[in-house]
Nanobody, 116 residues
Framework: QVQLVESGGGFVQAGGSLRLSCVAS????????MAWYRQAPGKEREFVAR???????YYGNSVNDRFTISRDIAKNTVYLQMNSLNVEDTAVYYC??????????WGRGTQVTVSS
């Protein structure tokens, strides 16, 4: 099992920045990637960003060039630096990991609210 705890969400005005963190614990060997997803009210969960064990990064179309994913291996932590936030970024942000070939785990999420 892998436990994921997100933090760093909150309220921010449009144009502002936030940095989310996700700490992984438990059986964290063989993690293939760590990722962020988000879900806005009334919408489906959306891919935001992913970083692989080889440090390759991928981003969703709606956040490219504004968000940056990174990780600290020693701290078992993945970060999401979010800049130039707009109201459309308001959502619950979830941390997700893939361990091995098919074991996926989710955190409980952290709320990000952007006001105009």
């Amino acid at each position: 099992q892998v436990q994921l705890v997100e933090s760093g969400g909150g309220f921010v005005q449009a144009g502002g920045s936030l940095r989310l963190s996700c700490v992984a614990s438990g059986t964290i060997d063989s993690i293939v990637f760590m990722a962020w997803y988000r879900q806005a009210p009334g919408k489906e969960r959306e891919f935001v960003a992913r970083i692989t064990s080889g440090d390759r990064t991928y981003y969703g179309n709606s956040v490219n060039d504004r968000f940056t994913i990174s990780r600290d291996i020693a701290k078992n932590t993945v970060y999401l630096q979010m800049n130039s936030l707009n109201v459309e970024d308001t959502a619950v942000y979830y941390c997700n990991v893939l361990r091995g070939t098919s074991d996926r785990y989710w955190g409980r999420g952290t709320q990000v609210t952007v006001s105009s």
